[in-house]
């Protein structure tokens, strides 16, 4: 089994937060060998200058926190982020074609954010506080048939979400594993108990600012 500080992308996206809060969440995550950090696309570039030749991996987000931008928008972004120096891409899937069961819609525009991203990985948001339990299992089949690479539970913007729970984690992860794609509980985990608990239900990444928190 991997090491708990394997499985955490240390994630800063407050829109308040000033420069001093990157640069303290890039020294964490080289000090405790997280495997990336997570910020929105501005702050990639400054992720990149300072984690260089660290193995930290640069994480970034579009189309977020709704998903709903334009997909050639999304991609435009996450072919931006790239070029800035972003490993992974975590898309949000749009709940609104989700809940419309406009199927056709959420495939390509996966599909779409997928092209940007080429080689890079790429996970797409469920905002499962806002899906049923079938929801989150159909919208992890769409994400299948998409092609991308990881599923990632929520954003952690939803007011009054609980977030990753493992009972979401777990359908995610019964669906999406068969095919060699892995499963991202992000929102709501701030403690070794709570990543213990996503772990064990099937994730093989956690999203949290709690990093250090978590590991300690």
């Known amino acids: 089994m991997k090491q708990l500080n394997e499985y955490i992308e240390h994630t800063l996206l407050k829109q308040d937060a000033p420069k001093e809060a990157f640069l303290k969440l ?33 994480v970034t987000v579009v189309g977020f926190p709704l998903g709903a931008s334009k997909s ?78 990881l599923v990632k539970t929520s954003t952690g913007f939803v007011k009054g979400g609980v977030g990753a729970k493992p009972e979401d984690v777990k359908i995610m992860h019964d669906v999406v594993a068969p095919h060699g794609m892995m499963v991202k509980a992000s929102g709501g985990v701030h403690n070794r108990e709570e990543a213990l608990a996503v772990i064990e239900a099937g994730a093989e990444r956690i999203g949290a600012s709690a990093g250090v928190k978590i590991v300690s």
């Open 72 to 149: 050639e928008v999304t991609a435009f972004e996450a072919k931006t982020a790239i070029e800035d120096g972003a490993d992974e891409i975590d898309m949000v899937m749009n709940v609104s074609a989700m809940k419309d069961k406009n199927y056709d819609y959420i495939v390509k525009d996966i599909k779409t954010v997928k092209e940007a991203c080429k080689d890079h990985k790429l996970k797409v948001i469920l905002e499962t506080d806002l899906l049923t339990k079938d929801e989150i299992k159909k919208a992890s089949e769409l994400c299948v048939e998409a092609g991308a690479d």
């Open 26 to 58: 890039f020294e964490e995550a080289k000090q405790y060998k997280f495997f990336g950090v997570c910020v929105n696309p501005a702050y990639v570039s400054l992720a990149k200058e300072h984690l260089k030749d660290s193995g930290v991996k640069i």
